[in-house]
């Protein structure tokens, strides 16, 4: 059963800090998600379907764009996507038609990728340009194309195991709603948890671009010499490398499960406590590197140390640099463990608005008011996969919501199943998560980011179940 996968978060057993410095609570006082760093994800210790496999360094041969192999300058930056930018319709699918079924299952009708290219930004609608690097404006919802009536649908829309805090829609570049619950406010700013890692993909595609890391190829070892050694051929951690940490296929000992009736041992919870990037660190290999994805919490955690050493800098001080000055998201927060190293899988604190930035700058191909801040294809390879049938996970992002979201067998124990029904939804989508119902969701075809802070019950299950039925919502209010 795909459990949500690279969500990390709460663990309600714990109610106290962590040595590594991950919130036990949502930051601003809201209360109830506690826990240790930990992700969703069914059975870490059985493999999956594969899928986050892609190509070495940006944009190279296997991902989603069209440059070539390896290379920072292919041909997926035909199109910038700034603002009022043109995007490929596809949804990022490669393939010269698109795929109507999978495993003889029809696909619902937004489920296919759409063949026509759309417009990104305000221009798309008409709309005076500008970037919220200051602050968002905002419009009517009817006025960007929404219905106001099915939009607040979707923003009031729970179950009987969610609990919102906070909703923030952007299309064309404008707010079309914000709306607060419980004591939140557009102040607050929210624990991540896993979402942090779609920070530490950018971060990566950035050091890369300005030729601090070679590519995602780079071993592993050579940042952590004192326990790694690159020498020892009969070690498979000498052949771990970036690209395997990102895509959760290490092959280092873990189990973990986040399910709401999930039973033994949950690494996450264990390493939270005794410190999770020296618990990663410390684990033996039980398979080569790169066989199959075995969810793992602590394998992002390893990027760390690749920040410290490629830039002189922690995570968090190369993110202010190159990263949250440029987006005007300066007063993001970032924990760091122990030894003063950022918990690059979690620990992220933001506001609302904060997200919404993030998330505006991957929908803009990672152009930002002239600049291009994260290369356009690394955004393209890390974020939209090959075949819309398999690809539901990439270097740290979630990704075509028909089959990540689809509807899966409860008996399967797998980390990934092919689903029993593709959820209707547009497959160029990908997204953000962690535990208890944190989302940054990004559709170009729509020209849209939404992003949901809540504090929801425990259960991967129940988490895939809100995301489905809310972002369905979502799309229902596009007129």
Excluded at 406 to 418: E, H, I
Aim: aromatic fraction near 8%.
């Amino acid at each position: 059963m795909l459990c949500a996968l690279g969500l990390i978060g709460a663990c309600t057993l714990i109610a106290c800090s962590s040595d590594d410095g991950d919130p036990m609570q949502p930051a601003g006082g809201v209360g109830g998600a506690g826990g240790a760093a930990g992700t969703s994800g069914a059975g870490g210790t059985n493999g999956g379907a594969g899928g986050a496999s892609g190509a070495s360094g940006i944009g190279g041969a296997g991902g989603a764009s069209a440059s070539g192999a390896g290379g920072m300058s292919g041909g997926a930056g035909g199109m910038m996507g700034g603002a009022g930018g043109m995007t490929g319709g596809a949804g990022g699918m490669t393939g010269t038609a698109p795929i109507t079924e999978c495993d003889g299952k029809m696909l619902p009708p937004r489920a296919i990728a759409s063949t026509t290219p759309h417009m990104i930004g305000p221009a798309a609608a008409g709309l005076p340009e500008y970037f919220p690097t200051d602050a968002w404006q905002s419009m009517a919802p009817e006025m960007l194309g929404l219905d106001p009536t099915k939009l607040d649908a979707a923003i009031n829309f729970e179950t009987m195991y969610s609990t919102t805090q906070a909703i923030f829609v952007v299309r064309h570049g404008y707010v079309a709603a914000e709306e607060y619950f419980g004591g939140f406010t557009a102040s607050t700013r929210h624990e991540s948890y896993s979402m942090a890692k779609s920070f530490s993909s950018a971060l990566i595609g950035i050091a890369i671009e300005q030729g601090k890391v070679a590519s995602v190829d780079e071993k592993l070892c050579m940042y952590y010499p004192m326990d790694w050694d690159c020498a020892d051929t009969s070690d498979p951690r000498s052949r771990i490398t970036i690209k395997h940490a990102m895509n959760i296929q290490t092959g280092l000992e873990w189990s973990e499960d986040w399910r709401s009736n999930a039973t033994g041992t949950n690494d996450a919870v264990s390493a939270s406590i005794a410190g999770m990037l020296n618990t990663v660190l410390a684990r033996q290999a039980v398979e080569e590197p790169g066989v199959r994805m075995r969810y793992s919490t602590g394998d992002p955690a390893l990027l760390s140390g690749v920040f410290e050493m490629a830039t002189g800098k922690s995570a968090l001080e190369y993110a202010q640099e190159v990263l949250f000055s440029k987006i005007g998201a300066m007063g993001i927060q970032w924990n760091s463990d122990f030894q003063g190293r950022t918990t690059t899988y979690a620990g992220l604190q933001a506001t609302a608005s904060e997200y919404a930035k993030f998330g505006y700058l991957y929908l803009n191909r990672g152009m930002w008011d002239g600049e291009q801040v994260v290369p356009a294809e690394w955004v393209d390879m890390t974020t939209q996969g090959d075949d819309p049938c398999v690809d539901w996970y990439r270097f740290l992002w979630h990704q075509n919501p028909p089959a990540r979201l689809g509807t899966q067998d409860p008996s399967c124990d797998a980390l990934y199943c092919p689903p029993t029904a593709f959820a209707d939804l547009p497959p160029d989508t990908f997204f953000a998560e962690g535990v208890n119902g944190q989302l940054v969701f990004i559709i170009p075809s729509a020209d849209m980011v939404v992003v949901r802070l809540a504090n929801d019950a425990a259960g991967s299950e129940h988490w895939d179940d809100y995301s489905r039925e809310f972002l369905g919502l979502v799309i229902d209010s596009v007129m």
